[in-house]
């Protein structure tokens, strides 16, 4: 069954289409939870909100984007409401575009990067460098350079314009390159 009939369906009461576009976007739904939040109970969590939104107001989606889109949309408000309302972490500012982009720093990326990105341990330092942007820079990067949506889509899910998409992205990728040149240095 095509994926707008079962969006009809469901809008019209049809539980069985609604528990199997529940089912289709389980896993996507989790793992981009999973990316922004960083926390399994968290995803675990922003899951049951995302299906819950989406069984409340699905009435209301016109199908003018993809249902993948406003799921992510709905993702990443749980995630950035619990991010917001967590007072524990502590995040850079990204006001201030000097105090974390040392140029000096950065390194040759020509060095095989090929090898170099599948390396685990430039993985996990990256993980945990992705872990240390603030939620409104995570959503924008896992959206645009991990889940490889488009800008445009990337704005609408996070009700942003182009250009602010932009100048967030370009910061996170920023802040990212800083931090794994920072972590392979330290290793050295």
């Not at 409401?81 to 000096?104: C, P």
């Not at 095989?112 to 820079?137: C, F, G």
């Amino acid at each position: 069954m095509e994926e707008n009939e079962l969006i009809e369906r469901a809008q019209n009461g049809d539980s069985r289409a609604l528990s199997e576009l529940v089912k289709k976007y389980e896993q996507t739904v989790f793992n981009f939870a999973f990316k922004i939040c960083r926390n399994r109970e968290r995803a675990e969590h922003t899951m049951q909100e995302t299906f819950l939104s989406m069984v409340k107001n699905l009435h209301q989606f016109d199908k003018k984007s993809k249902l993948s889109t406003w799921l992510y949309t709905i993702v990443s408000n749980n995630c950035l409401m619990l991010a917001r309302s967590d007072k524990r972490h502590s995040y850079t500012s990204f006001d201030d575009d000097e105090s974390f982009i040392d140029e000096g720093a950065i390194a040759d990326w020509s060095v095989t990067p090929d090898k170099t990105v599948e390396n685990e341990e430039l993985r996990q330092i990256l993980d945990e460098s992705i872990q240390k942007l603030p939620p409104d820079y995570r959503v924008v990067f896992l959206l645009r350079d991990v889940e490889g949506l488009s800008t445009e889509e990337t704005g609408k899910i996070a009700k942003l314009s182009v250009p602010a998409v932009k100048s967030r992205l370009h910061r996170a990728r920023a802040f990212l390159r800083n931090e794994i040149n920072k972590r392979l240095q330290d290793g050295k």
